[in-house]
């Protein structure tokens, strides 16, 4: 069966200090890998997706980037973190050959910028 | 753009009796998919039920179920004795055919009162 794992779980930063979340993705291969917002408990804004290794699509302009150095590796940095950036971040996968299939979400990591 | 629109913020149902969240959408493709997409206060969210707009037949999962109105642009979901367990934020998401993204609401957070 498929997993998906993303770490770490809570995260407290001071402003102006790097950030990197970790996501992977077992028991399948090729898959499309997301990486998602949530402000406030409210709706999931789209930050990136992948559909290949070093295939990286931006959705909203901003001091984050993602990088996917392996297959089922996903991973969401910041040089250099805003206040703006604290939120709830997912990390989900869906089927590569499924179009608008179902996503699969890790458990989220809570990220807080003081 | 698609877009989605919950205009529900927040309901409440007791324990047992039916309750129904709204969703419509926005598009001008012919064939897509829809999504209801539960995020308990674990945080982790999962997938209700879904639904293919080439299907005039709506959805069933259990107590779930869907009223999909294409003509309206309308996907409301329905929960049928309602559990405690049912208390969670509900996502409607639309995904195109073409793509591998989904766009996602921006909740309603329903409470089931014992």
């Known amino acids: 069966s498929q997993t998906i794992h993303q770490w770490p779980a809570t995260l407290v930063q001071p402003v102006g200090s790097p950030l990197s979340l970790e996501c992977t993705v077992e028991?399948?291969?090729?898959?499309?890998l997301y990486w998602y917002r949530q402000a406030a408990g409210r709706g999931l804004q789209l930050l990136f997706y992948?559909?290949?290794?070093?295939?990286i699509s931006s959705e909203v302009p901003q001091n984050l980037s993602a990088s996917r150095p392996q297959d089922r590796q996903f991973i969401l940095s910041s040089k250099k973190l805003l206040l703006s950036d604290s939120g709830f971040y997912l990390c989900?996968?869906?089927?590569?050959?499924?179009?608008?299939?179902?996503?699969?979400f890790g458990e989220g990591s809570r990220l807080t910028v003081l | 753009a698609q877009t989605v629109t919950q205009s529900q913020p927040e309901m409440s149902v007791q324990e047992a009796e039916t309750v129904t969240l709204s969703c419509t959408y926005d598009?001008?493709?012919?064939?897509?998919?829809l999504f209801w997409y539960k995020q308990p206060p674990s945080r982790q969210m999962i997938l209700v039920i879904r639904?293919?707009?080439?299907?005039?037949q709506n959805a069933t999962e259990n107590r779930f179920s869907v009223n999909f109105q294409k003509a309206a642009k309308s996907f409301s979901l329905k929960i049928s004795d309602s559990q405690l367990g049912d208390t969670a934020m509900y996502f409607c998401?639309?995904?195109?055919?073409?793509?591998?993204?989904?766009?996602f609401g921006e909740g309603t957070q329903l409470t089931v009162n014992p």
């Open positions: 989900a996968w869906s089927h590569r050959d499924r179009h608008a299939g179902e996503l699969f």
């Open positions: 028991g399948t291969s090729n898959p499309n």
């Open positions: 992948s559909v290949g290794i070093g295939q």
């Open positions: 598009t001008s493709e012919n064939n897509y998919y």
């Open positions: 639904q293919e707009a080439y299907k005039q």
């Open positions: 998401a639309f995904g195109e055919t073409s793509g591998s993204r989904l766009t």
